[in-house]
Nanobody, 120 residues
Framework: EVQLVESGGGLVQAGGSLRLSCAAS????????IGWFRQAPGKEREGVSC????????YYADSVKGRFTISRDSAKNTIYLQMNSLKPEDTAVYYC?????????????WGQGTQVTVSS
């Protein structure tokens, strides 16, 4: 069973840092890109960052470039999102996402989300 489990969220003051983790299981971790999305109250879910299966390529939304860093650890089957210089507008539920090929069909998988709250 494919599982993505996020952790590391919390309450932090503006300018502070948090590191989110996404523990993956149930699929070949090194074969897939994995991404982070977030959803603020009353807003649509948006892509934040993504990392290729090898870790060689990364993508960041303009709103987080220079502040967030995505990485992956194959030994731990875990994706990380280091978030620095946090702003109140970063407040959202953060989700881990992977699109996995199973039984010849691409399927979307999401974690349960972890709340990040940045106070001003």
């Amino acid at each position: 069973e494919v599982q993505l489990v996020e952790s590391g969220g919390g309450l932090v003051q503006a300018g502070g840092s948090l590191r989110l983790s996404c523990a993956a299981s149930g699929f070949t971790f090194d074969a897939y890109a994995i991404g982070w999305f977030r959803q603020a109250p009353g807003k649509e879910r948006e892509g934040v960052s993504c990392i290729s299966n090898s870790g060689a390529s990364t993508y960041y939304a303009d709103s987080v470039k220079g502040r967030f860093t995505i990485s992956r650890d194959s030994a731990k089957n875990t994706i990380y999102l280091q978030m620095n210089s946090l702003k109140p507008e970063d407040t959202a539920v953060y989700y881990c996402h992977a699109e996995i090929l199973l039984a010849l069909k691409w399927r979307d998988y999401w974690g349960q989300g972890t709340q990040v709250t940045v106070s001003s």
